[in-house]
């Protein structure tokens, strides 16, 4: 029998490859970088489902790839790199990662909130440097339990991280285009407008996808809101932030830091980002557990074998496609 040819765009785990081979002919490419249109438009041809690691599905991708190729099964649960409009017109399903990595975001999530207000990383330096200065008022953090949390977006790892925040007996307060009843019944958080989260939250933290409706979230006018001494935490999507309001907040002592795993040019950098002390940078890292990478590659098999046997794939965000092809 002749298998279905599968291609996936970046380098994953031995373990996600050998699930796909059970079933499929699979090239990968071996390179750790985002493929070019060009090189991803070369690649797709011929296969009958991508396995997408941050490249961008274009109107014109999508085009190309008609016709053969069943789904575009996204190696994320955020799927801004995808033009879901223009696969489903094109016949072709999309689908994500949901759940699977929910709990490898929270902790990150909570890693850099704690790194950040416990100043981590400058106080791995100093002690690696060998400095003296050791003393009751060195290296003053700020404390995390008993404060105040305000997540801003109340989906699944919004939930997740603020019921991490229940164990440190954090006061939470969340936002949301509506209320959320299983948001505050799994963490007791109450729901406030923006404006009220960010006056006073010691800790924001943010969950939003990235869509036309929340680039820039969070830009001058919202930092200004916040308290001197709040940090300001994002894992979710980089432009959601203006990173470059967000330095200049961080550097005029308009908060208090940032801890950040995502970033609006990345993997480029605002000027001066690197220079403050009072930030926290991991490079898009917040998922990157080995149990949680295999079950997202998990999920992404489970729905391009769907796909290809003509079924509905579990985490299909765009089920209409069906009745274009
Ligand atoms: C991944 C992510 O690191 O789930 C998401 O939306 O951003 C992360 O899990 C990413 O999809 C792989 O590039």
Request: some cysteine; glycine content about 8%; charged content about 25%.
């Amino acid at each position: 029998m002749v298998k279905s040819k599968v291609y996936v765009t970046y380098p994953l785990a031995e373990e996600v490859l050998a699930l796909l081979k059970e079933r499929c002919e699979v090239e990968m490419n071996p390179e750790n970088r985002v493929l070019s249109t060009k090189e991803l438009l070369e690649k797709i041809e011929g296969r009958d489902a991508v396995l997408v690691v941050s490249a961008s599905i274009t109107e014109e991708i999508c085009q190309a790839a008609k016709g053969k190729c069943k789904i575009f099964a996204n190696y994320g649960v955020g799927y801004n790199n995808i033009d879901v409009d223009a696969a489903t017109k094109h016949g072709i399903f999309v689908s994500n990662t949901p759940d699977v990595l929910t709990d490898a975001a929270a902790d990150h999530t909570f890693a850099l909130l704690i790194s950040t207000a416990r100043r981590i990383v400058e106080c791995d330096k100093f002690v690696r440097s060998g400095q003296k200065g050791w003393g009751p008022m060195n290296m003053i953090g700020a404390q995390v339990s008993g404060k105040t949390i305000g997540i801003i977006g109340g989906g699944r790892i919004g939930k997740a991280t603020a019921q991490r925040a229940k164990g440190f007996n954090m006061n939470i307060i969340y936002t949301d285009i509506q209320a959320s009843r299983e948001f505050e019944i799994a963490t007791g958080g109450k729901f406030v407008d923006k404006d009220t989260l960010l006056s006073q939250s010691d800790f924001v933290s943010i969950h939003l996808p990235f869509l036309p409706s929340t680039k820039h979230f969070i830009s001058t006018d919202e930092l200004k809101l916040m308290k001197k001494t709040a940090i300001l935490i994002n894992g979710s999507r980089g432009p959601v932030v203006d990173e470059k309001a967000l330095v200049e907040a961080l550097r005029d002592g308009i908060i208090g830091g940032a801890g950040l795993d995502v970033f609006e040019w990345e993997p480029e950098l605002a000027p001066g980002l690197t220079e403050l002390s009072n930030v926290v940078l991991t490079p898009h890292v917040a998922t990157s557990t080995m149990d949680t990478r295999i079950a997202m590659g998990e999920l992404c098999t489970q729905n391009i074998f769907a796909a290809i046997d003509g079924k509905m794939p579990p985490t299909c965000l765009n089920p209409e496609a069906k009745d274009k092809r």
